[in-house]
């Protein structure tokens, strides 16, 4: 993905943003603007990031409780009432494997 790049209704109804930790290593990886289930315009932003913490572990925040609804839709996938998860996203798939080399890699490492 590249700036500007959006994956529609993926920040939904739960998401998270600043104030974001304090950790000296955190990456914002994406952040924007939310919308309502209307298209309204609200409050905040969203972040999603990736920071290592003091103990070591790799955390990632996806900043919506909506990531998994892209990843795939396994048999009896129930999709969330006005919102487009029909499709799986490559882009989201391909962010989440990343990320999980990535704690693989760190894991093997240490």
Request: aromatic share 10%; with cysteine; proline share 9%.
């Amino acid at each position: 993905m590249k700036k500007g790049d959006r994956v529609t209704a993926l920040v939904s109804w739960e998401d998270h943003g600043p104030p974001l930790g304090k950790y000296p290593n955190l990456t914002v990886l994406s952040e924007g603007p939310v919308y309502g289930a209307n298209g309204e315009r609200r409050t905040g932003t969203y972040a999603t990031t990736i920071y290592t913490a003091p103990k070591g572990n790799l955390v990632f925040d996806a900043a919506t409780c909506c990531w998994n609804m892209v990843l795939s839709s396994p048999p009896g996938f129930q999709n969330p009432p006005r919102k487009d998860f029909f499709r799986n996203d490559p882009r989201i798939q391909r962010i989440t494997k990343n990320v999980l080399d990535r704690m693989i890699h760190a894991k093997i490492a240490n």
